[in-house]
């Protein structure tokens, strides 16, 4: 229990959390998997409070046990984290009103669980509204007595009650899906026209037809229609057979003649529709019963009367009818009013009017009444029902929807097109294909279909784009809908955007995820008290850690119990913070609380107040947390943080060392941290000492080397290829006794040996550390011991690389020597005398210089001991053509060098057999050799031989023979150039041309080229070079130089410096500054110049990043694709050679692809009279005129344009590079047209011109990007706004790009465009790849195509 | 730049017909080009239209054939192409499949004798 004393600082990452949590408008319940609660947050108990009244929350199981009985299985099933439910809902009533809660439940840990609680009272409330409204117009719908049919827009029945289908002899499922005209007589179709029938909503049409009975019976009814505001019709079907039935024969009985008259007034008295005959002056003749009834006027006190006597209320309404009547007639005439029958009650009545005879010159008018006042009612209704299910749908948050039987959407309301931002035409054309998002539209449209075959209810969600392009998670639910019947109408239901919900539970998920992970094991306490402090209940954490019982502490003053009750001053603390929290504040703070035997326990404590609805303090909720394995945490991070420091440290001082025994040094020391250190080296003898440092005071001594068969912790590593630990003295005597017996290891007891690695795997050397502690190498130490070794390995690798490059700047510095001193050598014997020389100083015991098809073919010959230079020449004169094989001059002359790294007799006996060539031999002692070609000049070949004869020199290896490779190369273009002397000026120039590299190509992304130009006076000789690199990396170095001097001098100074660079470069960092650097040490050693100035590039061709330095040289440039010029004069240093050594600087610049860079030589821009800078800008203004050629044209113009505004006084070089990562590309915009077509033809064959593409590629390339084309151009923009098309193309060496794009919607190929399909077939026939995707922004159709170049030379 | 062809045409008889095509066809110019062949055969048993002059020809192109073909067929109208191995008729007639169904040569016949054309298509 460490850090118990005092309560530690909060880390702040738990302190937000908690704080999180606390504000966290989602609720949180963290529980275990009995269901005893951990943490419950404020908005958790805000909404259970008024909800399922739970105020205080000890156990989930407990008080949800009722409601959500389900969730005990839930948290024994299943083993993964992560959410479990997601939306279960609960419903119920409280003194609040209704509520409705989802509750997510996730596992955060192995029998970690959290619920959370999210009010959705809202949602539930919305839904009920809604689903009320429209029961309210579906029962409205299905009593009404006359038919309603609900058709679409083009007249099919979508929907039809009870009373439509019978008025028609059908079952309802029978009608739904026909079209209402299959319901008219034959006779009636020819003057149907459905888009008649009513143009608005408000506009209600009433007609009359002749409908058809499923027994082919005729049916009159009226027919009144109007159209729904979401599209389609409601109509009303009213069977009126009676009514026409009465009319007709009515009228056929007043037609036919006075005498049946009689007949007539038995016909009117029986009808029963009201009948009244009126004569001119509306005087009524006869009334029948039906209508004295309706007229609430006895008959006998009508007969005789005129309607505005009986009826006077209605007469205002009638008369013009009345009056229309007498000679027109007018049927179907709905009329409204009050009868003295029903005072002050609304009725209605259909009636019609019609002309009569009354007898010769008699004309009066018929009445026909039929009431009306149930079904208008009925109707009106309806109507309203409707509009307020319309408007309740309209106005809901929620997204409602109707589907057919067929799973076709029906209807949607206003918020449904809203939420999408469609129009119901833009709907109906199926835009709303696409408005699921990809990934979820399959499976929702799966299930939801599954529910419409299966008639079940339907929950899913998807991601929907709203009109603002977000997508959003919109939740839905489905109800099947049925008749009466029980027969399957369709689906309706309704969706809610549900994504501040799923994310605010998926931010509760997480949150207590992390909660879960912190708090998973560790103790948490929660208790309840009274406002005063008395202790309600606990939770079983605190009672178990305590030993307790809850009878222990329930009723007890809280800091009289047991946990606090160690101290006086805690539990006065702890009243004080139960007081204020009293009051209505939260007190936090750190405390120990006291749990079994006494120990105590950190914890980071809260008493917080609970509120009734009345804003009153009713309970105090005391919570706490374990900290204590934070405490260890800190711990525990103090000490990797110390490691990561040391080894950062450590990592610091290894790339400062240099050499072996640095790195050592650096090793040892900080391994010294845990006792006595060693770094052993492992060779080819075994391991030998690198560096010691001890510990504990132990004495270290300095061992021989050590073979590897030796028993040690150290060889035992190395053979192992694995860490070796000891942590016992008896296992260390018993394993290896030797070690044990050393003076280093004497007092050992625990000892690690571990080794290093090189960063192919090999280990290059041990790390040892020995403790007189036994146990003392714990895994965490060992870990941080091989974090140092790991580190060493590459540190060790490095220095082994840099002694090599110590040894090839030697050499270079030698080469140099020996080109400089061959030029000033005056014959050609000694030239090779030079040559001899220099070779049995640097690299041989001895040497010889032979060609083997001149006379004589020995040229020259040298040994380190002159007694044995005739025994050499005895050997290579007289043994020669007998051994034509021996030291194979003609196989060295000719081909690959020849090394034999060790000269044994064996390897004499495939040479010789000659008994005296064998003495001779044997004289010489040859214990390793090396041949390779030399070139002449004049055509001859020769080749130089070496070979090592002392017992102690190291034997040659293949860097050996590449230097002499490079040797004879360097020096053969001096010898070649003749052996006559020359002037002077010849030679300088000759020896730069030696000296200057033949090729410059390394990456074919990063082209270079690069001019010389000697001085014009040729007794000027400069000293300008330039040279290129590649290092391993891949990375690509360029540099210019400048030795001061124009003489023989400088020119050799130039070319020692060369031959320096070359050496250094690949042995060192990729780094300008520090190629500049290593070349100053070399400028200042004794082989060195005077003064020189360098620029230096190195460009990483897979990112265009470029570092450049520069040593006193004029800056680089660079001119970007768009002309930009940038000049590279940000690391400006010091020259070469004129002070200490300086930390040079770097600077860095990203090349665009395309970007020209052009290093040069201050003879470019220097002119006499004129300052350096003029120079310089008018370079530069010369490059961005130029810079779109080709690099050697580039570098021709540069030095032409020089030459030409100067009397050169100066030598010139120019070096021109191009960053070119994508050889070039191709791009064309054109507006969608045909007409375009022929252009970009055009466009592709020059571009494609450049590359030689052969005449077949082409054609299939011009064919495959013009059918394409021509898709985008046809399909994409049928019918739509004009647009663009925009193809690109990117050339690779052996394919060719294409991506065609347009702005619009790709259709599936209609009748219209049969061929299209030929179009693409040919593209997928030629070419290697074609995609296409298509997205609201517009269609892309890749295509990769084979390309085929002209063979060289033959004719564009 | 707009997609130009041009149609040089012979009469060796009265019905039969020998178009020499050049230039390009494309989107832009195969319903003109479809119009012009169409008059041009409409009252021709044979017709031999030779692609070798033309420089661009793609799936635009081979529909106006096909539906000349096509259209054509109730007249005991007979066409023939010709399209030399490096042009760029060539392959796309292979391509598109059309060489199954209209007899495709190398090159023209050595004398414009209609019965040797006949000849060489009557399989």
């Known amino acids: 229990m460490k850090g118990a004393a005092g309560p530690p600082d909060h880390p702040v990452e738990d302190a937000d959390l908690l704080q999180f949590l606390y504000l966290l408008p989602v609720g949180v319940i963290d529980f275990d998997r009995s269901g005893n609660v951990q943490i419950i947050n404020p908005a958790a108990v805000n909404i259970l409070a008024p909800s399922i009244g739970v105020a205080s929350m000890f156990n989930v199981l407990d008080e949800f046990g009722i409601v959500w009985p389900e969730l005990r299985s839930l948290l024994d099933e299943g083993e993964g984290l992560g959410p479990v439910v997601v939306d279960h809902r609960l419903a119920g009533s409280g003194p609040a009103g209704k509520w409705c809660l989802s509750l997510g439940l996730v596992r955060v840990a192995d029998g970690r669980f959290m619920i959370t609680v999210a009010d959705a009272t809202a949602i539930a409330e919305a839904e009920r509204a809604l689903r009320e409204s429209e029961q309210r117009f579906r029962s409205v719908f299905e009593q009404t007595i006359d038919g309603l049919f609900i058709l679409d827009d083009h007249g099919v029945i979508v929907e039809v009650n009870q009373a439509g289908a019978e008025m028609h002899g059908y079952e309802i499922s029978e009608l739904i899906g026909r079209r209402v005209t299959e319901l008219l007589a034959a006779h009636e179709l020819p003057r149907f026209a459905l888009s008649t029938v009513a143009e608005t909503p408000d506009d209600v049409t009433r007609t009359r037809w002749q409908h058809r009975r499923k027994d082919g019976s005729g049916v009159a009814v009226e027919l009144s229609a109007r159209r729904r505001p979401e599209g389609g019709f409601l109509s009303v079907v ?421 050499t072996f025994n640095d790195v050592g040094a650096v090793l040892v020391g900080a391994a010294n941290e845990f006792g006595t250190a060693v770094l052993d080296a492992v060779g080819p003898l075994g391991l030998t000492r690198v560096a010691a440092a001890g510990g504990n005071g132990d004495a270290v001594e300095e061992p021989p080397t050590i073979p590897l068969e030796t028993p040690s912790p150290a060889t ?261 150039a003749g052996r006559a002397r020359r002037v002077q000026h010849e030679a300088s120039f000759r020896l730069q041309r030696a000296l200057l590299p033949d090729s410059l190509r390394w990456d074919p992304r990063v082209p270079i080229d690069a001019r010389y130009q000697a001085a014009g006076d040729l007794l000027e000789v400069g000293g300008d070079w330039y040279d290129t690199f590649a290092w391993s990396n891949g990375h690509i170095g360029a540099i210019v130089g400048d030795v001061v001097g124009h003489s023989i001098d400088s020119a050799a100074g130039m070319g020692r410096l060369r031959a320096a660079t070359a050496a250094i470069a690949t042995n060192s960092a990729p780094d300008p500054a520090a190629l500049l650097d290593a070349l100053d040490d070399f400028a200042r050693g004794p082989d060195g110049v005077p003064f020189a100035t360098a620029a230096c590039v190195v460009i990483d061709p897979e990112t265009g990043t470029m570092t450049y330095s520069s040593a006193g040289h004029p800056p680089a440039i660079v001119v970007t694709p768009d002309n930009e010029l940038h000049r590279l004069d940000k690391a400006q240093n010091l020259p070469l050679a004129v002070l200490g050594r300086t930390d040079r600087r770097s600077g860095t610049i990203d090349l665009e692809p395309g970007s020209v860079v052009v290093l040069y030589s201050d003879g470019l821009v220097e002119r006499r009279n004129e300052r350096l800078d003029h120079g310089i800008t008018r370079l530069e203004q010369m490059v961005r005129n130029h810079a779109d050629l080709s690099l050697d044209a580039l570098a021709d113009r540069l030095v032409t344009e020089y030459s030409a505004g100067a009397s050169t006084t100066d030598d010139i070089v120019v070096l021109c590079l191009r960053y070119a990562p994508v050889v070039s590309e191709f791009h064309q915009t054109i507006p969608a047209d045909s007409q375009q077509l022929a252009t970009v033809r055009s466009e592709l064959r020059s571009w494609l011109a450049e590359y030689d593409v052969d005449r077949a590629s082409e054609n299939d390339i011009l064919l495959a990007v013009g059918e394409a084309t021509a898709n985008a151009i046809e399909h994409a923009y049928h019918g739509r706004d004009p647009a663009t098309v925009d193809i690109d193309g990117t050339y690779h060496r052996h394919h060719l790009n294409f991506e065609i794009r347009d702005q619009g919607r790709w259709r599936r190929p209609g009748e219209h465009s049969a061929h299209r399909g030929r179009g693409t077939n040919i593209i997928k026939v030629l070419a290697n790849r074609y995609d296409r995707r298509s997205d609201p922004a517009g269609t892309t159709v890749s295509i990769t195509l084979p390309v085929q170049h002209r063979p060289e030379g033959s004719p564009s | 730049m707009t997609t130009t062809a041009e149609l040089a045409v012979e009469r060796s008889e009265p019905d039969h017909l020998h178009i020499d095509m050049s230039g390009e066809i494309d989107m832009a110019n195969a319903a003109s080009i479809e119009h012009q062949l169409d008059d041009l055969v409409a009252t021709a048993a044979t017709a031999t239209i030779d692609l070798s002059g033309l420089t661009f020809i793609d799936s635009h192109g081979v529909n106006v054939l096909a539906h000349l073909i096509g259209r054509h067929l109730e007249n005991d109208f007979t066409l023939v192409l010709i399209a030399p191995p490096t042009t760029p008729a060539h392959d796309l007639l292979a391509i598109t499949g059309l060489t199954t169904v209209v007899p495709v040569l190398e090159a023209r016949p050595p004398t414009s004798s209609a019965s040797t054309i006949e000849g060489d298509t009557g399989g």
């Open chain 1, 716 to 976: 035992a590593a190395v053979n192992e290829q694995a860490t070796v630990i000891v942590n016992d003295r008896a296992e260390l005597l018993d394993r290896y006794p030797e070690y044990a017996a050393t003076v280093g290891g004497l007092r050992t007891a625990s000892i690690a040996a571990i080794p290093c690695r090189t960063a192919g795997g090999e280990i290059n050397a041990v790390l040892s550390v020995a403790s007189s502690v036994a146990g003392w190498f714990a895994p965490d130490r060992v870990s941080l011991l091989e974090a140092f070794a790991s580190q060493a390995g590459g540190a060790l690798e490095r220095a082994t690389l840099y002694e090599n490059a110590q040894l090839a700047r030697r050499r270079a510095d030698g080469l140099a020597q020996v080109l400089v001193a061959l030029e000033q050598a005056a014959t050609t014997t000694e030239q090779l005398n030079v040559l001899i020389g220099h070779l049995l100083d640097d690299l041989a015991d001895y040497a010889t210089i032979e060609a083997p098809d001149q006379d004589p073919p020995l040229l020259a010959i040298g040994h380190v001991d002159p007694d044995m230079v005739p025994v050499l020449r005895q050997l290579r004169t007289q043994h020669r053509i007998a051994n034509d094989a021996v030291h194979s001059v003609a196989q060295a002359a000719t081909g690959e060098g020849q090394l034999i790294t060790e000269v044994t007799r064996p390897v004499w006996a495939q040479y010789t057999i000659a008994s005296e060539a064998v003495t001779l031999l044997e004289r010489l002692g040859p214990r390793s050799h090396m041949a390779v070609g030399i070139d002449l000049g004049g055509g001859a070949r020769g080749a130089i031989m070496v070979g090592r004869t002392s017992p102690d020199a190291p034997l040659y290896t293949t860097d050996d023979l590449a230097y002499l490779q490079e040797l004879a190369a360097r020096t053969g273009v001096v010898l070649a």
């Open chain 1, 238 to 658: 009213r069977d009126i057979t009676a009514l026409v039935e009465s009319e007709a024969n009515v009228k056929a009985a007043i037609d036919s003649a006075e005498a049946q008259r009689g007949l007539l007034s038995e016909l009117i008295d029986r009808s029963p529709v009201g009948i009244g005959l009126y004569d001119a002056d509306f005087r009524c003749m006869q009334i029948n019963e039906a209508l004295a009834e309706i007229n609430g006027v006895a008959v006998a006190d009508t007969v005789g009367r005129r309607p505005e006597d009986y009826i006077p209320d209605l007469w205002p309404t009638l008369e013009p009818h009345f009056r229309r009547g007498l000679h027109t007639p007018t049927f179907g005439t709905e009329l409204e009013g009050e009868t003295p029958a029903r005072p002050g009650e609304q009725r209605w009545w259909l009636v019609n009017f019609f002309p009569v005879t009354l007898g010769p010159g008699r004309p009066g008018v018929a009445v026909m009444v039929v009431e009306i006042t149930a079904r208008k009612r009925a109707e009106i209704l309806l109507a309203q029902s409707e509009n307020r299910f319309r408007e309740m749908a309209d106005a809901s948050p929620l997204l409602v929807w109707e589907h057919d039987a067929d799973g076709d959407q029906v209807w949607v309301n206003q918020t449904f097109y809203q939420f999408f931002g469609l129009t119901p035409g833009e709907l109906s054309e199926g835009e709303g294909q696409e408005l699921a998002h990809p990934e979820d539209s399959d499976a929702y449209t799966q299930d939801f279909m599954a529910a419409v075959a299966e008639r079940r209810e339907f929950h899913n969600s998807v991601r929907a784009r709203r009109h603002d392009g977000q997508w959003r998670w919109l939740e839905s639910w489905g109800k099947p809908r049925f008749d009466r019947d029980g027969v399957y109408l369709g689906h309706h239901g309704t969706s809610a955007d549900v994504t501040d919900r799923v994310e605010s539970h998926r931010q509760a998920a997480e949150a207590a995820a992390f909660t879960g992970r912190v708090l998973n094991g560790l103790f948490a306490f929660a208790s309840v008290l009274d406002v005063d402090g008395t202790l309600l209940d606990a939770n079983r954490a605190p009672l178990e850690a305590a030993g307790l019982q809850r009878s222990d502490v329930v009723g007890r003053r809280f800091w009289d119990c047991y946990w606090w009750s160690y101290s006086e001053q805690v539990a006065a603390d702890l009243r004080r913070a139960t007081a204020r929290a009293a009051g209505g504040e939260i007190v936090r703070y750190d405390v120990l609380v006291r749990v079994l035997d006494g120990a105590l326990l950190p914890i980071d404590f809260q008493v917080a107040p609970l509120y009734d609805d009345a804003g009153v303090v009713t309970h105090l909720v005391a919570s706490g947390l374990d900290i204590s394995d934070r405490t260890e945490l800190e711990e525990l991070t103090r000490q990797a943080q110390w490691r990561a420091e040391t080894l950062e440290s450590t990592a610091t001082n290894l790339a400062a060392a240099l």
